[in-house]
């Protein structure tokens, strides 16, 4: 008879100073002896956005490579996972708290990491290169959130993707009508047949601090996402591509996202250069919130 194993893991919240509130995040330290079937039974049987599995990095200047599971598939990159394990390995000392940059390898490639100084740092990574898959029809957008075509901003929705993750943009008039949105499936299914690879789909209206967001991933198995660091790139992208954010160098501003489901989570965007070309980093806070163990 098999003996079981036990493997430890942990649970943080990400993009938020407040327990039960941002993105969750489960991390195991130590996972290479898992099989790539059983971490995503594990994804599914925990439910969250996201599951990291740690492993030894096949990069020399990498501290660990993460394996990055949704309840539905594996990422090659995502935010909060990033940001989340990047705490993790500093809290472990994996990572020297000293150290103000590292490197995190992803199935993506290298991702940086800095941390800002202070008793609790923001964490930030460096958005991998946006890439730009073309404009969706407003009237089409409209539909797939529950929305009339004269509640979006006249802008074109646009599907841009940062490191393997396709997400459909879409600008909203104010904060309470991104609250309204009514996710349609039916809708989503016509526009899906002519769209075969995963893709998310990204609500948002404009604010003074910068977004107010939601963000819908079937494709991955989640109906709406907390905090979506990989698609906040992007955002930051799409939104100074329009002049809805200032494109000056050294801009900073931030994305509220995952209020409506009472997991409010604020991302943070520095953008480096005129208009990012020097990089779109995405940061924020973490905070613990459970030690366990799975047994197998």
Known sequence: MKANKSYRYRVVDVFTTEPLEGNPLAVFPNASDLSTEVMQKIARELNLSETVFLCPPTRSECAAK????????????????????AYILRDEGVVAKETARFI????????????????????????????????????????????????????????????????????????????????????????????????????????????????FALDYGI???PATGSSTGPLAAYMMKHGLVSSKASTTFYSEQGTKMGRRSILHVRIHGESGTDGIAVGGNVTPLIEGTLTL
């Open 66 to 85: 993460l394996r990055i599971f949704t309840p539905g598939k594996e990422m090659d990159f995502a935010g909060h996972p990033t940001v989340g394990t």
């Open 223 to 225: 109906r709406e996402d």
């Open 104 to 215: 995190l390898e992803e199935n993506v490639g290298p991702i940086s990491v800095s941390v800002d100084s202070g008793p609790s740092p923001k964490l930030w990574l460096v958005t991998p290169a946006i890439k730009e898959h073309g404009l969706v029809e407003r009237g089409t957008a409209a539909a797939l959130l529950g929305l009339k075509k004269t509640e979006l901003l006249g802008i074109a929705p646009e599907i841009l993707d940062a490191g393997g993750n396709p997400t459909l943009f879409v600008p909203v008039s104010d904060p309470k009508t991104v609250d309204r949105i009514s996710f349609d499936t039916s809708a989503w299914e016509r526009f899906k047949s002519q769209h075969t690879n995963p893709l998310c789909i990204f609500a948002f209206a404009t604010t003074p601090e910068g977004a107010y967001s939601r963000m």
